[in-house]
């Protein structure tokens, strides 16, 4: 071999390595191109003469090594039309500016028409303004299209998907599925709410469907579809309703309240004309446990004086007290009358006096001084107490003439002490003897002096003291409290609640009210309330109303007055026969010619609340015109005229009238449904009746054995036609649909419709096994084409274009259309894309191989020079 020939080698490694170096370079460079493939370099040596004896060096040559079937790393991305391939195959796409034109792709399985023959891995497809599925190349996406009318996938065509289905065709509802579970014990008068679902008709319109519940047993239930809007009826119309009735019961007559009234009566000793009323003398009445006391002081004794007036006092402090006593009281003479504010309501009374300290007055005759040529006899006497009493009265006797002076209530606030009484018994002895004699008080010592000299002065002294006995305070009932009693009737209502115009009528005293069932009331109760505040509205009525379950009270709105039997019986002597007198009464005595009258009423029943009373005040009436009367227990005596006759009228109790009629209504229709009983069947659904429906559309299932459907059909028209509707309620006799557990309130765990209004496009995804998804505002998605994986025996003999696209080429091989993840045609992963398959630091380390090669190659060039140069030197 010569120099030359190794020059010649060397240049083709140059020329290798920097092949080798340029597709370093491409591969570094769309290292970040999404489906990008990686080209490698292969080797091969070019041999132009090699033998055991004889080896020429003929160099190397660098060929591309196309990676088209190693896959990139999947990305996740949030672009819902970003789609990759995991495993084998490529992307069919067309060249946007090329969509127009039409060939025939020759397939390992046929003939697919295509409109241009282009494949991918770079999946980050977009819509485009003519909302075609775009990558970032300009490359359309190519698919399997669903044909719009039929719906069918075209599998002998791709075309490039193209998003034109931006409205969705309404759909109408055709199937309601319910699943809920009714009560077995609903809460007492409370409605169970009704249920309501939104359908739409073949025109997208929402509608509304409402189920209405109601519990005729302990497992029969009343179901009512309401369709509004709708020209037919699931269900309609009434039939003959459920008899009705109104019965009287107990009847309890009326009787007024009577007030109570008790007599407390002053009782002590009088004492010189004085009533014995001393200082510190405590009276205390007591009501219900509240005392209203009255305390006897020098302050206000002289208004009070008597007993009489002790009496009226006490009847004030009562009267004035505030919080206001729960009784009123009135005083005559030494009595104070106590009456009870509310009639019927009783009180307890209890009285207390409590004495204060008695003083027993005495006089003591003191010294006497004898008369003198000069001065008259002085005589003196010393009163050893301090206080005096109410009726204490003092005596001088004074040369014969006794000269007294006694305590008074009404001079006691002024004359209140011993002195006081001294210095007044001076006074009168000078207004009376003050010609003779001269009286002076010092204290509590009065002394008398003769006026004449060497007179003498005969005087005595005695005292009268008031009784030191307590005075006393007692109390009597005289009327006994009743309690009023109101007129009430009770009436009891049968029927069936949910008819509808059931009339139920209670006529008061001739005035008639009436109340008629909506169907919307749950119970019995609801309608004898509803029937009580109809009676209670009517305040003209006499009467009120309460409700009890099927049970009205009606009951009057004051107590009536007791039909007590009263008598008047005899001939001048007239005895009242009867224990008690009403309010009504009226009573009449006629004697001397002259008819009395008296009629009881609210406002002087608690004075003539006795027959004694009564009778009393004819007595008055009658001394009072002239004659003579009087009172004995229950007689009248009238001794003035022998011929006196009385008469009474008794009070009629009042009580109200009731008259009752009951009209029986129309039971709506409606959907029967029954539930089990036994172990078995407990809680399920095991009838549906459509027998009560009426001109309703609705239609149970002939078969209801067990496990078959448990459906209801009803039609609905909205102006677009009929539309069928099937209700499915579960199977029967097998828990899910509609149940009847434990519970108080209705619990519906799914009411769903397969309808759906008319959508406007949202978006497009891709579904799974590669179907193109669009989606609507109206919750609907819809496929509109599907994208197949294309696979070639030959991946990497493709013929690669720009934009990351590969052509068919002879060396590749046939495409194959597949469905993905078929035929070793990979899956399609939305939301991702594909990396390129490019690894950087094996990249560089290649790099630096080539590098060192391409080095060396160039040492062998200026070696094979240097030698060159010895041999041209050789000529030296």
Do not use: C
């Amino acid at each position: 071999m010569s120099i030359f020939g190794s020059m010649t080698t060397a240049v083709l490694g140059l020329n290798a390595q920097s092949k080798a170096l340029g597709h370093i370079s491409d591969n570094i460079a769309n290292s970040s191109t999404i489906g990008y493939k990686r080209v490698d370099s292969a080797f091969e040596t070019m041999v132009l003469q090699s033998s055991q004896r004889l080896h020429e060096p003929g160099g190397v040559t660098a060929q591309p090594v196309f990676m088209n079937n190693i896959q990139g790393s999947l990305t996740q991305v949030q672009s819902p039309t970003n789609i990759a391939i995991q495993g084998q195959g490529f992307f069919s796409v067309t060249k946007v500016a090329t969509q127009g034109s039409s060939t025939l792709v020759q397939t390992q399985t046929g003939t697919v028409n295509s409109s241009a023959a282009f494949y991918t891995r770079a999946g980050d497809f977009e819509l485009d303004k003519s909302r075609y599925l775009v990558n970032s190349s300009g490359y359309a996406l190519n698919g399997w299209l669903v044909d719009p009318v039929t719906g069918v996938l075209h599998k002998d065509q791709v075309a490039p998907i193209q998003v034109n289905s931006l409205i969705d065709k309404p759909v109408a509802t055709n199937t309601i599925d319910l699943a809920a579970n009714l009560p077995a014990t609903p809460k007492p008068g409370e409605k169970i709410p009704d249920s309501s679902i939104q359908i739409f008709d073949s025109q997208g319109n929402p509608r509304t469907v409402n189920f209405k519940w109601r519990q005729q047993a302990d497992s029969s239930w009343r179901m009512v579809l309401d369709a509004p809007g709708s020209n037919t009826k699931p269900v309609d119309g009434t039939f003959t309703g459920n008899p009705a009735t109104v019965t009287f019961g107990q009847n309890i007559a009326g009787q007024t309240a009577v007030a109570q009234v008790n007599v407390i009566t002053l009782a002590g000793n009088n004492t010189n004309g004085q009533d014995n009323l001393r200082i510190g003398d405590t009276y205390t009445v007591k009501v219900n446990g509240t005392n209203y006391s009255l305390k006897i002081t020098a302050d206000n004794i002289g208004s009070i004086r008597t007993y009489s007036g002790l009496a009226g006092a006490l009847a004030n402090q009562i009267n004035s007290a505030s919080p206001a006593a729960s009784v009123l009281a009135t005083s005559s003479g030494q009595t104070i009358r106590v009456t009870a504010r509310e009639p019927g309501t009783p009180f307890k009374l209890n009285t207390d006096v409590v004495s204060g300290t008695n003083t027993t007055n005495t006089i003591v005759t003191q010294t006497s001084t004898a008369a003198t040529a000069s001065a008259g006899e002085i005589d003196k006497f010393q009163f050893p107490q301090t206080q005096v009493e109410v009726g204490d009265s003092f005596t001088i006797n004074v040369n014969g003439t006794p000269i007294s002076y006694t305590v008074t209530a009404a001079t006691y606030q002024s004359y209140s002490t011993v002195s006081d009484v001294v210095s007044q018994l001076a006074g009168k002895i000078n207004q009376a003897l003050g010609s003779t004699v001269t009286a002076s008080s010092a204290g509590n010592i009065l002394s008398i002096q003769a006026n004449a000299v060497n007179t003498n002065v005969t005087s005595s002294a005695t005292v009268t003291n008031s009784s030191a006995s307590v005075n006393t305070m007692s109390s009597l009932p005289s009327v006994s409290s009743v309690a009023g009693v109101r007129q009430s009737r009770t009436v009891t209502l049968t029927g069936t609640p949910g008819d509808i115009g059931t009339q139920y009528t209670l006529s008061i005293n001739g005035t008639a009210v009436t109340y008629s069932t909506t169907g919307e009331e749950m119970t019995m109760e609801d309608i004898t309330a509803a029937l009580a505040n109809k009676i209670n509205s009517n305040t003209s009525l006499p009467v009120t109303a309460t409700a009890q379950g099927g049970v009205i009270t009606v009951t009057a709105k004051t107590a009536a007055t007791p039909a007590n039997a009263n008598t008047m019986t005899g001939t001048g002597s007239i005895t009242l026969g009867g224990s008690t007198v009403d309010v009504g009464d009226t009573y009449t005595v006629t004697a001397g010619g002259v008819t009395y009258s008296l009629t009881l009423d609210n406002a002087n029943i608690n004075t003539y609340s006795t027959p004694n009373a009564v009778l009393n005040y004819f007595a008055t009436q009658i001394t009072a015109a002239g004659g003579t009367a009087t009172v004995t227990g229950n007689v009248l005596a009238v001794t003035s005229d022998a011929t006196a006759t009385g008469t009474v009228s008794d009070a009629t109790a009042y009580q109200f009238t009731l008259d009752q009629s009951a009209v029986a209504g129309q039971t709506p229709a409606h959907i029967g449904l029954t539930f089990g009983k036994t172990p078995e069947t407990v809680g399920t659904l095991t009838n549906i009746s459509t027998a009560l429906v009426g001109t309703g559309t609705a239609v149970s299932a002939a078969n209801q054995s067990a496990g078959s459907d448990a459906n209801v059909t009803f039609t609905v028209d909205y102006g677009f036609g009929p539309q069928q509707i099937s209700l499915n309620l579960g199977k029967y006799q097998k828990p899910g649909g509609l149940t009847q557990y434990a519970g108080e309130e209705i619990n519906v765990t799914q009411l769903v419709q397969n309808g759906a209004p008319r959508g406007q496009f949202k978006d497009v995804v891709f579904g799974d096994n590669g179907t193109v998804m669009v989606n609507y505002d109206n919750g609907r998605s819809k496929m509109i084409a599907k994208v197949p994986i294309i696979t070639f025996n030959n991946p990497n003999a493709l013929q690669r274009e720009s934009g990351g696209v590969f052509v068919e080429s002879e060396e590749a091989g046939k495409p194959n259309f597949n469905d993905p993840e078929t035929n070793g045609a990979g899956a399609v992963v939305a939301n991702s894309v594909e990396s390129s398959n490019v690894d950087i630091a094996d990249e560089f380390t290649k790099m630096i191989v080539t590098q060192r090669s391409y080095s060396a190659n160039a040492k062998i060039v200026t070696t094979s020079d240097e030698m060159l140069q010895e041999v041209l030197g050789l000529k030296r």
